[in-house]
């Protein structure tokens, strides 16, 4: 064996490894090489389902009737409040879940809002409906009555006809719906780019 190592480290007698580099001097004897060891398969990540989008969905109907709500008080922009309604749903639900979310989830999440919103629209035209053929419109005094717009007037006598009343439910229910579900399959597919 030899007095020195290649490192120039003087070595020990009877020395396994060099105490300055740590090279092996010389075999050991009675050791085996150690058994490779199989390598264990890491398991493969599982893709976790996102919840259906439906009236079972807690968060998508909570975020669903925050819109629906919002929207009723922005009926002044007529159209708009029902596409923006349906289209804000989704982007809030992406954002709150980090699910990605595809056209027709888009589009459920879209007709929830909108339903939901008919519904809201519907106690308040069933208000205007029991005021009007409760006489209210005849108690109001008659500066009130003048000051009116004269399409307000006539829309407030169609309350008073059922078969118009009955149009008017249906016209609502087909113009929410289909809004809200336009700005949800938008903003799924807005949502689904900025991926």
Not at 155 to 163: E, N, R, T, Y
């Amino acid at each position: 064996m030899p007095s020195i190592c290649s490192c120039g480290a003087e070595l020990v007698p009877d020395a396994l490894f060099c105490h300055k580099c740590g090279r092996p001097l010389r075999e050991i004897p009675g050791s085996q090489p150690e058994p490779a060891t199989a390598e264990i398969p890491r398991p493969e990540p599982v893709a976790v389902q996102p919840p259906p989008v439906n009236f079972h969905n807690r968060l998508a109907i909570q975020i669903g009737l925050v819109m629906a709500i919002l929207a009723t008080l922005a009926s002044f922009l007529v159209y708009v409040n029902w596409l923006a309604a349906g289209f804000f749903t989704v982007l809030i639900y992406r954002r709150r879940t980090g699910y990605p979310l595809d056209m027709q989830a888009g589009v459920r999440l879209g007709w929830i809002t909108g339903v939901m919103m008919f519904v809201i629209m519907t106690v308040i035209l069933t208000g205007a409906v029991v005021f009007v053929s409760g006489g209210g419109l005849a108690n109001l005094p008659a500066d009130v009555k003048n000051a009116l717009d004269p399409r307000m007037q006539e829309a407030l006598k169609a309350l008073q006809s059922g078969p118009a009343v009955a149009e008017m439910v249906v016209m609502l229910f087909v113009f929410t719906t289909l809004l809200s579900m336009a700005g949800g399959a938008i903003g799924a597919k807005i949502a689904s780019r900025g991926r």
